[in-house]
């Protein structure tokens, strides 16, 4: 952030962002945050708010206005979601028009933005990945990170003369069918429906499975227990032969109900999602891969061909494999997971990381407390993460003793491991914790000769503050006061405004 050309490290917009980056990332830590533009409207954590009720504050009209102005839909923040990410987040928000392509993110990491590469702070993006917007579609995914998912508003698109073509011949057959009020009637057309899928194999015509797929699915919904379903589910069966799954699969990326054709992998059991997992694992586009990655989380099956996936000797197959373990929550790959946490590779140390935190089992806390030392700023961010998790996610988990993690914030340079640092030891909130945010909030007592050793730069004073009122809530308003005469006027700012709310945060 200070390092861009022409820009003043000192500047006071530079230490704002700064501060914006800390509060979100410290928000994220306590839950997913979702925002949405409907109608002109925005809809903040449930809470609808039109142009005219966010007048009053500034900061929701312009977040509002530049949504709108660059098409988004949506903005999902997950839990946890790293600094870098958020500062990748902000730059998008920060253009003066929509992206002219995807803003794409390679293996999750670097994001792109009409051809210029952003890094987020950490990321493990994949040099390789040729990821690209489709010339005939529009962009459904702005942006897509770890954490951070924007999506824009995408018009309905017209479809082209072979769409037509192929439309018209499956609409045919499926509007017979749909027209059955009898599981006789029905039986009648399935034969039709057989023909035309076995046309459409025979040319490899992914687009028209798909059609007829999506067709077959939503009136089995629409029929639900009256006359003709016992015809569409032999429809159904016709439609999990391996060689349509396996057209389904391909095109899968590009359908556009995607959370439909996931019923139909998974009624076909590890046959289905072993045909999306194959395709995660050997496509090197970013935008397909994420729509398999969340096809396959959406089944909640096949954890069997992802825990061989983890030995697999390359390491985009073992990164993507972990990743989806971490999502499905498959709690018994901890065991699998946990000796990746010493990979060589320093991407495959994140992804088990990142799998692990996610679930959160007590041998999983426990292996990535031992990791606040690693070479890698990222993963020292979610061991320390993972101190903040001991004895409330975990259960039965001991709680750290906080020696450990205060030793490694003396020695820690990066800002933002040491700002995840300073908010497990709120979270921890053992005795030991709160005497050493003590001691990095309260002023620096000069010695006889009235020089101060060391100085402590506003945000640790104030992440430590603000992590005591975490831990101890109401029993920090001494603290408070003293805190609101500093010297430091950022310090007195943030204990003023932590003072405002206090009574609304003293539950832990």
């Not at 975490?470 to 204990?495: E, S, W, Y």
Request: negative net charge.
């Amino acid at each position: 952030m200070g390092g861009l050309e022409g820009v003043d490290p000192t500047s006071p917009l530079l230490s704002g962002l700064r501060d914006s980056i800390r509060q979100v990332s410290a928000r994220s830590r306590d839950g997913a945050m979702l925002c949405r533009v409907v109608d002109g409207r925005l809809v903040l954590e449930g809470a609808v708010l039109d142009r005219s009720s966010a007048s009053d504050e500034r900061w929701l009209q312009l977040l509002l206005e530049r949504l709108i102005a660059l098409e988004v839909g949506a903005v999902t923040v997950r839990e946890g979601a790293s600094p870098g990410e958020l500062l990748t987040l902000a730059r998008l928000l920060a253009q003066s028009h929509p992206p002219v392509g995807v803003m794409r993110t390679p293996s999750f990491g670097a994001a792109v933005i009409d051809g210029a590469t952003i890094e987020p702070a950490h990321a493990d993006s994949d040099a390789h990945a040729n990821a690209h917007a489709h010339d005939d579609e529009s962009p459904r995914e702005l942006m897509r990170t770890w954490s951070v998912l924007v999506t824009r508003v995408v018009p309905p698109r017209d479809l082209d003369g072979d769409d037509r073509a192929g439309a018209m011949g499956a609409g045919v057959v499926l509007s017979r069918l749909a027209a059955a009020r009898s599981d006789e009637a029905a039986s009648a057309v399935v034969d039709a429906v057989q023909d035309v899928l076995d046309d459409a194999q025979r040319r490899g015509d992914a687009s028209l499975v798909d059609g007829i797929a999506r067709a077959v699915l939503a009136q089995v919904q629409a029929v639900g227990e009256s006359g003709g379903r016992v015809a569409l589910e032999g429809a159904v069966r016709l439609l999990m032969r391996a060689p349509l799954i396996e057209l389904l699969a391909r095109q899968f990326p590009l359908s556009p109900d995607r959370p439909l054709l996931v019923q139909l992998f998974a009624r076909a059991g590890d046959a289905g999602v072993s045909t999306l997992v194959q395709q995660l694992l050997t496509t090197d586009d970013a935008n397909a891969r994420r729509a398999y990655f969340d096809g396959i989380v959406a089944t909640d099956v096949g954890s069997v061909k992802l825990m061989d996936a983890l030995r697999d000797s390359r390491w985009y197959v073992v990164r993507n494999a972990a990743a989806l373990l971490g999502e499905m929550g498959v709690e018994h790959a901890d065991e699998t997971l946990i000796p990746l946490l010493h990979h060589v590779d320093e991407r495959i140390r994140i992804a088990a990381s990142r799998a692990l935190i996610r679930l959160r089992t007590v041998k999983a806390i426990q292996a990535l407390h031992l990791m606040i030392d690693d070479p890698n700023a990222e993963v020292r961010r979610l061991s320390a993460a993972a101190f903040g998790l001991a004895g409330t996610a975990t259960g039965a988990v001991v709680r750290p003793p906080a020696a450990k993690i205060s030793a490694a914030l003396e020695r820690e340079m990066d800002e933002d491991v040491a700002l995840e640092m300073l908010a497990a030891l709120g979270r921890l909130g053992s005795a030991d914790a709160v005497q050493r945010l003590l001691r990095i909030a309260l002023p620096i007592i000069p010695d006889m000769s009235g020089d101060v050793a060391a100085t402590r730069d506003p945000w640790v004073r104030i992440a430590a503050l603000e992590a005591l009122v975490r831990a101890r809530g109401a029993q920090m308003h001494p603290v408070i006061d003293i805190l609101m005469t500093d010297l430091d006027d950022d310090v007195a700012a943030a204990a003023a405004a932590l003072k405002d709310i206090l009574p609304a945060t003293t539950h832990r």
